[in-house]
Each structure stands twice: as C-alpha cells, then as structure tokens.
C-alpha cells in the first residue's frame, strides 16, 4: 500500500506563474489535508477536502489559492501569480475518516521555490 | 484558539543518554495528539498517536505520554542515538475534522 505521494518533490515558479501541487491519498483514504511550512515556521493548516468536496478552508489566503479534490484523481492546490512570499514547503495527508480521533499520514512535501 | 508550544526549541545531547521532549497545548479539549518526525527536506514521519482517551503509547525506545487536563505531553527516547537527530513535531486535533494544529518543534542533535 503506497504512501501518500505528492509530486513534484521540487517546483521553480517565477513570480507571476501558476503552482500546481498534486497530492495522492493513501488507498482507501477520501480525506485529504494541506499544510504549508514557510521557512523558520511551523507548519500551518490550509484546507481539508473530500471527495468533490470542501471541508474546511479556514487556513487558505484569501486570494490566489486554491484546492480541489475531485473524483477521480489526485487533490490540486493551485497558486495563481506566485509571489516569493509563497515560497514554502506544502505537505499534504491523508486519512481514511475526517474524524478527530483518526490518524493522519503525510506525503514527502513539495518544495516551492519562486524566483 | 488552540496554540501547541515546544520547549526546547533545540537540544543536543551525547549518544546513549535518555532524554524528554516537552509539548503544551492550551485547550485540553482534544481527540488526539501526534508526535511526528522530520529529517531535513523531508516529509513527517508519524512516530505516535495518542488518543484523548489515553494516557501513553509506545514503540521501541520511544514513549509519549499526555496529562490532557494540564495541557501536557512528553517525548521520551530511551538510549539516544546520532540516528535520532531530526526534528521531532508535536500535533492536536482540537476540531471533529481532523485538522492538526503545530507545535514549532524540538530540533535534536544526538552526538556520537
């Protein structure tokens, strides 16, 4: 049973282009997490999806982001007009209910670098 | 507001020694807490899960407790090894839907 993947591992985006982040759940699981870690941070919680749906998106700036979970295939995080500010780690996790007592399990992370 | 604090931020010990790491949550109404592991440019590696109900867990050398009414955890790693280096996470879940809040973390160096 594969882990949770989020490819790529590395993205170089000039300022003003579009990031899109995949993430694929571990089999079995339908909920899904982004976290974002910018540099000397913690990481912070951005928005949680199910299956074509949008929990939670307390965590999303207000503009230029977005996540979606559709029903086939993998969760996006889209970052329109990057700026440097954005440059950060985004992890992404899964898990097989969206409940507080259950485990969630992490990807490798993205790395997003804007030049 | 839920807010997760790690102390030490840092810590550096010889190999072999027995040593805590310390998380504090200001909200005891939890359902779960998460200690995870990240090694540098990597992802986080789950190391326990402690549920509300719980008290502690264990796996290996490593044992973590939670006193949920004091807002309390700790990391124990028995017999430390340069291995060990990493940072280690502390996480709740305060909401029914899973959303983890972040400690800041304790980055350890275990010297061989």
């Known amino acids: 049973n594969a882990g949770v993947m989020q490819n790529p591992r590395h993205l170089v985006r000039r300022r003003g282009q579009e990031a899109r982040l995949r993430c694929s759940p571990m089999k079995g699981h339908s909920h899904v997490y982004w976290y974002r870690q910018l540099p000397e941070e913690g990481l912070k919680f951005m928005v949680y999806l199910q299956k074509e749906n949008i929990i939670d998106e307390s965590g999303m700036p207000k503009e230029r982001f977005s996540a979606e979970f559709p029903k086939e295939g993998p969760s996006i995080l889209r970052i329109q007009q990057v700026v440097r500010g954005d440059s950060a780690a985004y992890f992404c996790a899964s898990s097989p209910a969206g409940t507080g007592a259950t485990e969630a399990f992490f990807g490798q992370g993205t790395r997003l670098t804007v030049v | 507001k839920q807010e997760v604090t790690q102390i030490p931020a840092a810590l550096s010990v010889p190999e072999g020694e027995n040593l805590v790491l310390n998380c504090s949550f200001t909200d005891s109404a939890i359902y779960n807490l998460q200690w995870f592991r990240q090694d540098p440019g990597k992802g986080l590696t789950s190391l326990l899960l402690?549920?509300?109900?719980?008290r502690e867990q264990t796996s290996g050398r490593l044992n973590a407790s939670l006193d949920k009414s004091s807002g309390r955890s700790t990391l124990y790693i028995a017999a430390s090894q340069p291995g060990d280096s990493a940072t280690y996470l502390c996480?709740?879940?305060?909401?029914?839907?899973?959303?983890?809040?972040f400690g800041q973390g304790t980055t350890l160096q275990v010297k061989p």
């Open positions: 402690i549920q509300s109900s719980q």
């Open positions: 996480a709740v879940t305060s909401s029914n839907t899973g959303k983890l809040i």
